[in-house]
C-alpha cells in the first residue's frame, strides 16, 4: 500500500474537515439572518459611490431610500456631474426623500483621484465630511440591492468594543441563463460560502460598516489616499488592530448581472490580483484550495482508473478519495444552494437555473476559479470602470489613465 496509503488518509481527512466547516457556516447563517436587530441604532452615515448606470440602478438606489432604520443619513458620490448615475440620482433623491426615514440624503460631487482608486477617493471625500454627531459609517455598492433592515443588521454588531468592522457579501443574481452569467454566480457562491464565524473573514466593500472611532485609531483615512482596494485595506487594519471582522448573514445581498466570458475574464482576474497586492495571504489560500479541489478530484479519479486497469489490490482506497472529494464538494454546492433560498426568497425564480449549474457542474466551476487565480500571479495592472491602475503595493497605486 505504501506511501499513497497515507496521502489517501489525509485527503480523506481534510475533505471531512472542509465539509465540516460548510456545515458551521450553513448553520450560523441560518441562526443568524432571522433575527431582529432594532435595539441599537447610532446615528450612521450610509455612503454609496457611483459612476454609470449598473443594471437595476433605479431599484437598487431605491432600496437605500426605504431603509427601515430611524438615525441615518444618506451619501452618495459621484466623481463628476457629468457621469450617467448624476442626473438619475438628482431625479430618485427628489422623489423618494421625503417618504424616506434618512434624515439627510446628499450628492456629492468629489473630483477626479491622483493618487488611489476612483472609489477609495469617492469614499473619503465623504468620509471627511462626516459631522462629529455620526458614530458609524457604513458602505454599499450601487450595483446591489439591499433588504429593508440591511442597515439595522450591519450596524447591530458594531456594540460591541472588539468586532472592528461588519461585512456583507454579494450574491450574483443572473439577469440572464447564458453560460458566463451562470457562471458568475457560481464562482461567487463558492467565495460567499467562505464566510461565517472565522477570524478569516474579509470585508467586502459593497455592504461593510464601522465605527468612526475604530475608522480613525486605525488610520484608515490615511491608508486609503494611496490604494486601490476599500475592503481588503479595512480588513487589514482592523485584524491588526486585533478586531475582528464579523460576517452578517442578513446582509449577502443581491447583485443583478448579466455577463460574457470576455467580462467575467477580466472581472475575475482583476478581483484576484488586486487580493495578490492587498492581501497576499489570502490570494495563496485561494490558489492552494483552487489546486486542492482540482487536483485532489482529479488527480485521484485518474490514479483509481490506473489502478482499476492494472487490478490493483489497494483498488478500493484508490477509488475512496476522488468519490470523497465529489461528494464533499458536491454537497458543499448543494448547502449553499439550500442557505440562499432562505436569504433571497424573492428572487428564487431566477435563482433557479443557477442553483442546477452550480450544483450538477460544481466541478467545472473549480476549474474556472483555479484559471482565474492563477491569471491573477501575473502583471499587476488592472482596468476598472474605465480606469487603468497599476498596483504597485497595498499602500501605492499608480492611475495610468
Not at 455598492?141 to 468586532?163: E, F, G, M, Q
Request: proline share 3%.
Amino acid at each position: 500500500m505504501g506511501w499513497y496509503y497515507y496521502i489517501a488518509i489525509a485527503l480523506i481527512a481534510s475533505q471531512a474537515l472542509f465539509l465540516i466547516q460548510a456545515f458551521n457556516n450553513y448553520r450560523y447563517v441560518l441562526t443568524k439572518y432571522k433575527r431582529t436587530r432594532t435595539s441599537y441604532q447610532p446615528r450612521v452615515a450610509l455612503i454609496v459611490p457611483c459612476k454609470n448606470l449598473d443594471s437595476e440602478f433605479q431599484k437598487n438606489i431605491t432600496s437605500f431610500f426605504n431603509q427601515g432604520y430611524d438615525n441615518y443619513l444618506l451619501r452618495f458620490v459621484v466623481s463628476d456631474k457629468s457621469d450617467p448615475a448624476y442626473p438619475e440620482l438628482v431625479e430618485l433623491t427628489q422623489q423618494l426623500s421625503q417618504s424616506s426615514k434618512a434624515r439627510d440624503v446628499q450628492i456629492y460631487v468629489a473630483g477626479r483621484a491622483d493618487s488611489c482608486s476612483q472609489k477609495v477617493h469617492n469614499l473619503l471625500y465623504c468620509c471627511q465630511k462626516v459631522l462629529d454627531d455620526v458614530e458609524v459609517l457604513a458602505f454599499a455598492d450601487s450595483d446591489v440591492c439591499v433588504p429593508k433592515d440591511w442597515l439595522n443588521h450591519i450596524v447591530y454588531p458594531l456594540r460591541h468594543a472588539k468586532r472592528g468592522a461588519t461585512t456583507g457579501y454579494r450574491w450574483y443574481v443572473p439577469e440572464s441563463t447564458n453560460f458566463a452569467s451562470l457562471a458568475l454566480s457560481a464562482i461567487n457562491a463558492k467565495v460567499a460560502q467562505l464566510l461565517g464565524n472565522t477570524i478569516f473573514n474579509q470585508a467586502w466593500g459593497g455592504s461593510m460598516a464601522i465605527r468612526v472611532d475604530v475608522f480613525r485609531k486605525i488610520g484608515l483615512d490615511n491608508i486609503w489616499q494611496c490604494t486601490v482596494s476599500d475592503d481588503l485595506t479595512l480588513s487589514s487594519a482592523v485584524k491588526k488592530a486585533r478586531m475582528k471582522v464579523e460576517f452578517v448573514p442578513a446582509c449577502l445581498v443581491a447583485s443583478y448581472e448579466q455577463t460574457t466570458w470576455p467580462k467575467l475574464f477580466e472581472f475575475a482576474r482583476r478581483q484576484f490580483l488586486i487580493t495578490r497586492v492587498c492581501a497576499p495571504k489570502t490570494w495563496w489560500f485561494g490558489l492552494f484550495s483552487g489546486l486542492y479541489s482540482v487536483l485532489g478530484l482529479w488527480a485521484a479519479a485518474f490514479l483509481a482508473f490506473y489502478a482499476a486497469i492494472t487490478a490493483d489490490k489497494n483498488l478500493a482506497l484508490y477509488v475512496t478519495v476522488p468519490v470523497a472529494f465529489f461528494a464533499g464538494q458536491m454537497i458543499g454546492a448543494i448547502l449553499r444552494q439550500k442557505m440562499i433560498r432562505k436569504l433571497l426568497k424573492a428572487d428564487l425564480h431566477k435563482l433557479k437555473v443557477a442553483a442546477i449549474a452550480d450544483v450538477f457542474l460544481f466541478w467545472l466551476w473549480s476549474i474556472l476559479l483555479l484559471i482565474f487565480v492563477v491569471s491573477s500571479a501575473f502583471g499587476r495592472t488592472i482596468c476598472w470602470r474605465g480606469i487603468s491602475y497599476k498596483l504597485i503595493s497595498p499602500t501605492k497605486t499608480i492611475i495610468l489613465r
